[in-house]
């Protein structure tokens, strides 16, 4: 695909909030690159472009738009490709769902602006216990690997991230008590899509302390 036309995300050299739009886009099979800034004046021409609605980032530059707000994006690729459900019932369920995914990815997205240890053992004894159960009891009920209907929708995706941090921190024990999201799990990660985005170049590493010094560096106007 030309370079112009090919979606572009901006972002910092981290995870933070651009890493499920990262999952989508991969998800929808959108080429993409992704554009790391690392100093504040990048970030400051983005603003006089007047690219960056709410002086913020992410950004993902698509179909001749400029789009902020990840929620709002990940909708919008969502839309695209087919990943917000058959119907109204479906799609509210998506929707309630791919927010608890995001309450639930919210326990690990401080790590780097907290200590790490802290931030972990409070996802273990308070998060994974309370978020576990209520998505096994959706994806149990369901029966078929993902959260909602027959195929892979924006809840799938939003759940999938915290999970991926999850077992990335804990190990895949962490399913024990879970054979519901074990098999939305792996149902996912084998996908071709998915499982070329984890061995990929788009998955970012973990939000260390480089990323944490670009954020301060950029966003320092
Ligand atoms: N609701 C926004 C929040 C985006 C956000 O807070 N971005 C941070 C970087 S992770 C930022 O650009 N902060 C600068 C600011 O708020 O002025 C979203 O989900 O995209």
């Given at each position: 695909m030309e370079a112009e036309k090919m979606a572009k995300l901006t972002y910092f050299h981290g995870r933070g909030r651009a890493e499920l739009i990262r999952l989508t886009l991969s998800a929808c099979n959108i080429e993409f690159s992704d554009e790391f800034l690392y100093e504040s004046k990048e970030y400051l021409k983005l603003i006089d472009d007047g690219k960056l609605l709410f002086k913020q980032l992410p950004l993902l530059e698509i179909d001749g738009r400029n789009l902020v707000q990840s929620g709002a994006i990940v909708r919008y690729l969502g839309r695209k490709g087919g990943l917000?459900?058959?119907?109204e019932d479906e799609t509210v369920q998506i929707d309630m769902l791919y927010e608890g995914g995001r309450d639930f990815m919210s326990s690990v997205l401080p790590i780097g602006f907290r200590p790490e240890a802290e931030v972990l053992a409070e996802a273990k004894s308070k998060f994974l216990p309370k978020y576990m159960p209520l998505f096994e009891k959706v994806a149990a009920a369901n029966?078929?690997?993902?959260?909602?209907?027959?195929s892979m929708t924006l809840a799938d995706l939003s759940l999938l991230e915290p999970l991926l941090s999850y077992v990335e921190y804990f190990?895949?024990?962490?399913f024990n008590d879970y054979p519901a999201l074990k098999k939305l799990y792996e149902t996912l990660t084998s996908l071709d899509t998915i499982s070329a985005f984890l061995k990929g170049?788009?998955?970012?590493?973990?939000?260390d302390e480089k990323y944490i010094s670009d954020v301060k560096i950029v966003l320092a106007r």
């Amino acid at each position: 695909m030309e370079a112009e036309k090919m979606a572009k995300l901006t972002y910092f050299h981290g995870r933070g909030r651009a890493e499920l739009i990262r999952l989508t886009l991969s998800a929808c099979n959108i080429e993409f690159s992704d554009e790391f800034l690392y100093e504040s004046k990048e970030y400051l021409k983005l603003i006089d472009d007047g690219k960056l609605l709410f002086k913020q980032l992410p950004l993902l530059e698509i179909d001749g738009r400029n789009l902020v707000q990840s929620g709002a994006i990940v909708r919008y690729l969502g839309r695209k490709g087919g990943l917000c459900g058959k119907n109204e019932d479906e799609t509210v369920q998506i929707d309630m769902l791919y927010e608890g995914g995001r309450d639930f990815m919210s326990s690990v997205l401080p790590i780097g602006f907290r200590p790490e240890a802290e931030v972990l053992a409070e996802a273990k004894s308070k998060f994974l216990p309370k978020y576990m159960p209520l998505f096994e009891k959706v994806a149990a009920a369901n029966g078929t690997g993902y959260l909602v209907g027959n195929s892979m929708t924006l809840a799938d995706l939003s759940l999938l991230e915290p999970l991926l941090s999850y077992v990335e921190y804990f190990g895949s024990e962490i399913f024990n008590d879970y054979p519901a999201l074990k098999k939305l799990y792996e149902t996912l990660t084998s996908l071709d899509t998915i499982s070329a985005f984890l061995k990929g170049p788009h998955r970012q590493r973990k939000n260390d302390e480089k990323y944490i010094s670009d954020v301060k560096i950029v966003l320092a106007r």
